[in-house]
């Protein structure tokens, strides 16, 4: 059974690049056809989707966070990372690493709160 965690620091300051990383156990982040995403969820509103890195490297974005946006991974750790940049406070939110497999996301990991404040 596959499990995902995401690590990170809780608190960004304005303008700065927001880093998390999603380490995975239970399942390989190269295993054929998943893709590992990124979603997040500011209070009050619904999940957002930001973007995902497949199992062959390729990466997809959101195209409205697009240009602030990087997904990376390290297969030797058996991680992938999220790095948003220029952040502001309307970044602030719950942030979870999942895996998308079958059109569906299928594993979640339990979400880490990241809070943009000076």
């Known amino acids: 059974q596959v499990q995902l965690q995401e690590s990170g620091p809780g608190l960004v300051k304005p303008s700065q690049t927001l880093s998390l990383t999603c380490t995975v156990s239970g399942g390989s982040i190269t295993t054929t056809n998943y893709y590992w995403t990124w979603i997040r969820q500011p209070p009050g509103k619904g999940l957002e989707w930001m973007g995902a890195?497949?199992?062959?490297?390729?990466?997809h974005y959101n195209p409205s966070l697009q240009s602030r946006t990087s997904i990376s991974r390290d297969t030797s750790k058996n991680q992938f990372s999220l790095q948003l940049s220029s952040v502001t406070p309307e970044d602030t939110a719950v942030y979870y690493c999942a895996r998308e497999g079958d059109n569906a996301l299928d594993a979640w990991g339990q979400g880490t709160q990241v809070t943009v404040s000076s």
């Open positions: 890195i497949a199992w062959q490297g390729n990466e």
